[in-house]
């Protein structure tokens, strides 16, 4: 099994920035790949930012594409999402979660593991 627990988020201003953390447990990681996902109010789920877990090749959404960065500490089996240049839009609760083969997947029906969400909510 494994275990994501998130943390950092918060209400922001419009401009502002805020970094998102999910540390990891349970599993060891040597393929794997970690995401973050999003869930806006009345909306699904919808893809975010991946990162693998052993060469640290990343992918965005275009939403998010220049304003988010997706970075890991494997010492520490941790994940982060720095989000500058924050948009009312990007108000929700995030999700990291773990896909336990090294191929890049944006549904969330291909991630077993989750975490329990950390709201963000951004103020224009």
């Known amino acids: 099994q494994v275990q994501l627990v998130e943390s950092g988020g918060g209400l922001v201003q419009a401009g502002d920035s805020l970094r998102l953390s999910c540390a990891a447990s349970?599993?060891?990681?040597?393929?794997?790949?970690m995401s973050w996902f999003r869930r806006a109010p009345g909306k699904e789920r919808e893809f975010v930012a991946t990162i693998s877990w052993s060469d640290g090749s990343t992918t965005y959404a275009d939403a998010v594409k220049g304003r988010f960065t997706i970075s890991r500490d494997n010492a520490k089996n941790t994940v982060y999402l720095q989000m500058n240049s924050l948009k009312p839009e990007d108000t929700a609760v995030y999700y990291c979660?773990?896909?336990?083969?090294?191929?890049?997947?944006?549904?969330?029906?291909?991630?077993?593991?989750w975490g329990q969400g950390t709201q963000v909510t951004v103020s224009s």
């Open positions: 349970g599993r060891t990681f040597s393929s794997y790949l």
């Open positions: 979660a773990v896909r336990i083969i090294g191929v890049f997947g944006s549904s969330p029906r291909q991630y077993p593991y």
